[in-house]
């Protein structure tokens, strides 16, 4: 009874949802008495749905994860940690493996099969979590053969193509694409991307060789070099699977693609450059698990934290977030927004492009194909009845003008602007044409952050900083601290560092500021103002995380300028050595 129960209820649910008709059903579940198949199965046999939209609706009405085997990238650590027998045995496939957390990714097609995921455990020793994601049972069967048919690993697929002719053609042609060592090639590299945590991926030509390096943390590191023939490969799959033009190698182009990597879908923005050398591509890693965050998460000083919640509470106005290309602005909107984004408010975006689609928010992307620029994209959301309205960029007058009218009539307003602190945003908008009349009244806050690297908790090494940093840190002859440095270790891939952290300056503007704004106050003045109010500047912020051991003083002066903190006595005596 039980089991007719389900049976009716998945059927209900199709029925409703309109993915098939009543008499379908009462056909399906005629022929599923018969043969006894499972009414998903049934369904797909008769040609009614396929196995996705199964798939799909039997993870929603069990509230679990599924998955589409077709866009996975299979990952070689996960496949090795599970023999293929085993996944034949149990109707499995390990999918990912997250080494930060010890978690496994495993595809099923069933996934209250208990004994199964209870003999997994027992292989794997019990240490590593299991996470069961819902796969359609005829997907398994294939990608299993598929999966562990073919050499997934960087080197092995490099030695496969060294031991044999590829014909680069049949890359765009039909044909079980995955039998192609270069699509293998492209996949692994990928994976390997995501898995070290990075955010960019370039592919650079050069006369004799092909450079790859991933940008991590924030730094440039180069991971592989290979011989120049490799390149016309590897370079139209990326084409192929962006969207680009395969023949244009002469004029730039900008593409974008998805994939299931690590478990879950992972985009990337793609843009190619003709060089001297064959054109380089380089990949933008859009990893929303990693980069939408809370902002309880985002490790800032409790007070900060505060200003901030309170700045959310201004039913109108315009909040700033300024910092280099780079500086975690983007995320730090976007967190900012994630906090706001109920049923209740209605939000609306314009991004140069759009890089994390969010549910409920309306995204659109500033682009002369959908003939939107930032002003008069602006214009045309006002007439939308929007709460919160994000500006991607103020980068002119016009864009400018249309924010502040924007806050002006009652709505709020998050944008970006590139100046150096939270109290240059004034001068630069005073720059681009803003009076400082419309200024008063009309900011909320500013928020102005870097991003620093984190030291590897395994392996930072202490030390007593000498004269000199003690300066810099500006630390009383009391004083006796720990700093730490970075050393490398396996942990960290020998980089000495492990992620990346904010260092946050935080002007909420009252009463008080927009007296002295709008009489055109000198810098001067708003910062003992800010002073008086309890300010903490980028250096400030950036002595206090290296004081608590996250990062390095080295880490923080690559980003920060800390030589303000020398008194001019250091200055001189530096001079004359």
């Known amino acids: 009874m039980a089991e007719q129960r389900r049976i009716l209820r998945l059927g ?186 990075a955010s960019d991926i370039h592919f650079e030509p050069e006369y004799a060789f092909l450079r790859i390096r991933y940008r991590i943390d924030g730094v440039l590191q180069q991971i592989r070099s290979l011989h120049k023939s490799y390149w016309s490969g590897l370079a139209v799959r990326l084409k192929v699977v962006s969207g680009l033009d395969i023949a244009e190698t002469r004029a730039p182009q900008d593409g974008r693609l998805n994939m299931n990597l690590c478990g879950r879908p992972i985009d990337f923005r793609v843009s190619t450059h003709p060089t001297i050398h064959g054109e380089n591509i380089v990949l933008r890693v859009l990893d929303r698990e990693k980069s939408i965050i809370p902002l309880e998460r985002m490790s800032l000083r409790p007070e900060t934290l505060d200003e901030m919640r309170l700045m959310l509470t201004r039913p109108e106005g315009i909040l700033i977030v300024t910092g280099p290309t780079g500086s975690g602005k983007t995320t730090t909107l976007y967190s900012l927004l994630s906090s706001r984004n109920t049923e209740a408010v209605n939000i609306m975006t314009l991004e140069d492009p759009v890089e994390y689609p969010v549910t409920m928010m309306r995204q659109t992307s500033v682009a002369e194909v959908n003939k939107v620029d930032f002003a008069n994209g602006i214009r045309s959301i006002m007439r939308q009845d929007p709460d919160i309205i994000l500006v991607g960029e103020i980068r002119d007058n016009d864009t400018a003008t249309m924010a502040f009218r924007a806050a002006m009539t009652g709505h709020q307003v998050f944008s970006t602007l590139h100046t150096n602190s939270a109290l240059g945003a004034f001068p630069r908008l005073s720059d681009i044409g803003i009076l400082p009349d419309i200024m008063a009244g009309n900011i909320i806050g500013v928020v102005a952050q870097r991003l620093v690297r984190v030291l590897c908790p395994h392996c930072k090494e202490a030390h007593k900083p000498d004269e000199m ?49 709008s009489r055109r106050a000198h810098l001067d003045e708003l910062q003992s103002l800010a002073r008086e109010k309890g300010f903490i500047t980028l250096a400030e912020d950036g002595v206090r995380r290296i004081l608590e051991g996250h990062t390095s003083l080295a880490e923080v002066m690559r980003v920060i300028d800390l030589t303000n903190h020398l008194s001019e006595n250091t200055n001189k005596v530096t001079r004359k050595k």
């Open 12 to 197: 209900e649910l199709m029925v409703q949802q309109g993915l098939i008709t009543q008499d379908q059903l009462r056909i399906a579940t005629i022929e599923q008495a018969q043969n006894d198949l499972p009414l998903g199965r049934q369904l797909v046999r008769l040609g009614f749905v396929s196995e996705a939209m199964v798939r799909d609706i039997v993870a929603h009405t069990i509230g679990q994860e599924s998955i589409d085997l077709s866009v996975v990238v299979a990952d070689s650590d996960a496949l090795q940690m599970v023999p293929q027998d085993f996944c034949r045995r149990y109707h499995l496939l390990p999918v990912a493996f997250e080494d930060a957390t010890q978690t496994l990714v495993v595809a099923m097609a069933d996934l209250f099969n208990v004994i199964a995921l209870d003999q997994l455990r027992a292989l794997l020793g019990g240490k590593i979590q299991l996470k069961p994601v819902l796969a359609a049972e005829a997907q398994l069967e294939e990608y299993i053969d598929q999966f562990y048919g073919y050499e997934l690993s960087v080197d092995g697929i490099l030695r496969e193509i060294e031991t044999g002719e590829i014909d680069y053609q049949s890359l765009t042609a039909g044909g079980d694409e995955y039998t192609q060592p270069v699509v293998r090639l492209v996949g692994a590299l990928l994976m390997d991307a995501v898995k070290r945590g």
């Open 469 to 517: 940093e003690r300066k810099i840190l500006r630390l009383k002859s009391t004083e006796k601290p720990q700093i730490y440095k970075p050393k490398g270790c396996k942990k960290c891939n020998q980089n000495g560092y492990r992620g990346r952290m904010a260092i946050v300056e935080l002007l909420r503007i009252d009463n008080d500021f927009d007296s002295l704004v």
